[in-house]
C-alpha cells in the first residue's frame, strides 16, 4: 500500500444504521456474491490497513451470523440511532493506540474501491488533519482524518457533524483526485437498485 507516511493506518467501516429508510437491513442485502456490508468489508480487507475496525448497531445480531466479519474488531453501537458520530466514537474506543490516521468508510457503500482507498492514504500528506476524495461531481467518502482529530471526533454528535468538523477546518482539508461520480450509499430501494445498475455497468 503507497502511502505519505510509516504510520499506523485503521480502517473503520460504519455499518451500525437501523435502514429506517429501506424497511431491511441493508447490511445483508445481496451484492455480488454475497451481502453489501460484506463486500465493503472485503474492499477494506484489500486496503492494507494495519487494523480494521467495524461498527454494527441495528440487526447486528443477523449480521454476525450472515457477514464474514474476520480480521476485524467488531465493536458495538447501542446508540446508533444517534447518527453516524455516534458510531465513530464507538469505533474509536476499539482503535488500536499505535494509530495515526483514521479511514472512514460507510458500509453502504459498495463503489468505493481498494484502489481508491490506497490513493486517499497515499495523498493526504503527513501533517495534513483531514483528507477527503475528490470525486468529479464533489467530496464524498472515504475520508482519511488523523490522530489530531481524534478528540475533535469523539465529540461530535449528529449524522453530518464529520463535514461540519470539516468545514471548520477549511484550507487544511486535503482533497485527494479520484475520477468518476461519488459511489452512492443505500439508504432507499430505490438507491440499491442503482448500485446494483451500477455495479453490473453499462447494458
Not at 2 to 19: K, N, Y
Not at 57 to 68: A, I, L, P, Q
Not at 121 to 128: K, L, Y
Not at 140 to 166: E, I, N, Q, S, T
Request: hydrophobic residues 40%.
Amino acid at each position: 500500500m503507497p502511502r505519505s507516511t510509516d504510520g499506523f493506518v485503521t480502517g473503520l467501516v460504519l455499518a451500525a444504521g437501523g435502514s429506517s429508510r429501506l424497511g431491511a437491513p441493508k447490511q445483508l442485502l445481496a451484492y455480488g456474491d454475497g451481502t453489501l456490508l460484506g463486500h465493503v468489508l472485503d474492499t477494506a480487507r484489500s486496503s492494507g490497513f494495519d487494523q480494521l475496525v467495524v461498527a454494527l448497531g441495528g440487526s447486528s445480531e443477523e449480521v454476525r451470523d450472515r457477514v464474514d466479519l474476520s480480521g476485524a474488531d467488531v465493536v458495538e453501537n447501542p446508540g446508533y440511532g444517534e447518527g453516524c458520530s455516534s458510531s465513530i466514537a464507538a469505533g474509536l474506543a476499539a482503535v488500536d493506540p499505535r494509530c495515526d490516521v483514521l479511514v472512514l468508510m460507510l458500509g453502504d457503500q459498495p463503489g468505493v474501491t481498494a484502489a481508491t482507498v490506497r490513493a486517499l492514504v497515499a495523498g493526504r500528506g503527513e501533517a495534513t488533519p483531514m483528507a477527503i476524495c475528490r470525486y468529479d461531481d464533489g467530496r464524498g467518502h472515504p475520508l482519511a482524518l488523523g490522530r489530531a482529530l481524534f478528540g475533535d471526533l469523539r465529540d461530535l454528535h449528529g449524522d453530518k457533524a464529520v463535514w461540519k468538523l470539516m468545514d471548520r477546518l477549511g484550507a487544511e482539508v486535503v482533497e485527494v483526485r479520484v475520477s468518476g461520480p461519488i459511489p452512492r450509499d443505500v439508504d432507499t430501494r430505490e438507491d440499491y437498485e442503482a448500485v446494483l445498475a451500477a455495479a453490473q455497468g453499462p447494458p
